[in-house]
């Protein structure tokens, strides 16, 4: 079919089309190059690929759902292990104080609000707690508290898909020997934060600075605390990993644990503080929902600690066999 001009109508139709799709094309692609502008500018940022690797595991490995299982088993698991430290260091130490030196050892791991939980449910414990019946049960215990750690390292087998997972037995054994480590490095901060307590003291007495010895004191068993921190995630990233790595490769996830660790709970403490409403609202279940939420977010930086391992592996392993 012609029209007046004795031009074809469908290859006019067929040219108004191509057209079309020549203009539909052209904006898809200054679409398509504007969008990818960006990301090219932000791929010279150093540091990029990392963060994008680590936002991209942190979904697919489901961190958020497997933080929540952690922090239920954790809360199970925290009474025998309190009953455990109480048995093990009333062993150790003569002092009819027990409760106090714990808590004074883990001082600066947790908020003020968990503090408070945790002072009352040791102060339950210390006065009620029957020595026979510890003596036989300790093994018990251990075992009881070692669940919660068998989830901390089934997530983070996960999360190194070192090959074929982990039987539940054996995650159970390794939770068991971390519950076990834990034990020992709490007890031997204890015996350090008291030594340094006097070393401190005597110190502060030599120099004539008394002034400020409780400011140093204070200062020394957060740095205790600290340090104690990174040496558990430390060895918990460099076995769990499953790989002949150097250790020192665990020690950037395991400060970044720690650092996040002591930062989470400052921030807890200083929100209950200027915002303490939760006991109003909740009534005596809230500080059990406070030590629930600060556990599952604490759960979240380990995870993240080890997805933050395994990339360093990753990059490590493309530079050099280990």
């Not at 961190?63 to 009953?83: K, N, Q």
């Not at 430290?85 to 030196?101: E, R």
């Not at 390292?153 to 190194?160: E, Q, S, T, V």
């Amino acid at each position: 079919m012609k029209n007046i001009d004795g031009k074809n109508i469908d290859d006019i139709d067929k040219s108004e089309a191509s057209t079309k799709n020549a203009l539909v094309s052209e904006v898809v692609d200054k679409v398509h190059q504007y969008l990818e502008y960006p990301t090219k500018k932000f791929e010279r940022i150093p540091g990029f690929h990392f963060v994008r690797d680590w936002v991209v595991r942190f979904r697919d490995y489901r961190v958020t759902s497997r933080a929540a299982e952690i922090s239920y088993y954790l809360m199970l698991a925290l009474f025998p292990f309190i009953i455990i430290l109480i048995s093990l260091f009333g062993v150790i130490s003569k002092s009819t104080l027990v409760h106090q030196d714990i808590l004074i050892s883990i001082e600066g791991l947790i908020p003020d609000a968990v503090y408070a939980i945790l002072d009352s449910i040791i102060s339950e414990i210390t006065s009620s707690q029957n020595v026979t019946i510890l003596s036989f049960g300790t093994i018990g215990l251990i075992w009881a508290s070692s669940k919660g750690f068998s989830v901390i390292l089934r997530g983070l087998n996960h999360i190194y898909r070192t090959g074929k997972p982990m039987s539940g037995i054996l995650l159970r054994l390794l939770g068991l020997v971390f519950a076990l480590l834990l034990v020992i490095s709490i007890l031997l901060t204890m015996l350090l934060i008291t030594f340094g307590d006097l070393l401190f003291a005597q110190l502060a007495f030599w120099s004539g600075m008394e002034f400020f010895s409780g400011t140093l004191l204070q200062a020394g068993r957060y740095l205790a605390s600290f340090l104690f921190l990174i040496l558990i995630f430390s060895l918990i990233y460099h076995l769990v990993s499953g790989r002949k790595c150097k250790y020192r490769w665990s020690l950037p996830p395991a400060v970044f644990a720690a650092v996040f660790w002591i930062g989470v709970s400052l921030a807890f403490s200083w929100y209950l503080n200027n915002f303490n409403r939760y006991t109003t609202l909740y009534g005596s279940i809230g500080g059990i929902m406070i030590l629930m939420l600060w556990l599952y977010v604490c759960s979240i930086m380990i995870l993240t600690g080890g997805i933050i391992h395994e990339i360093i592996i990753e990059r490590k392993m493309k530079k050099t066999n280990c």
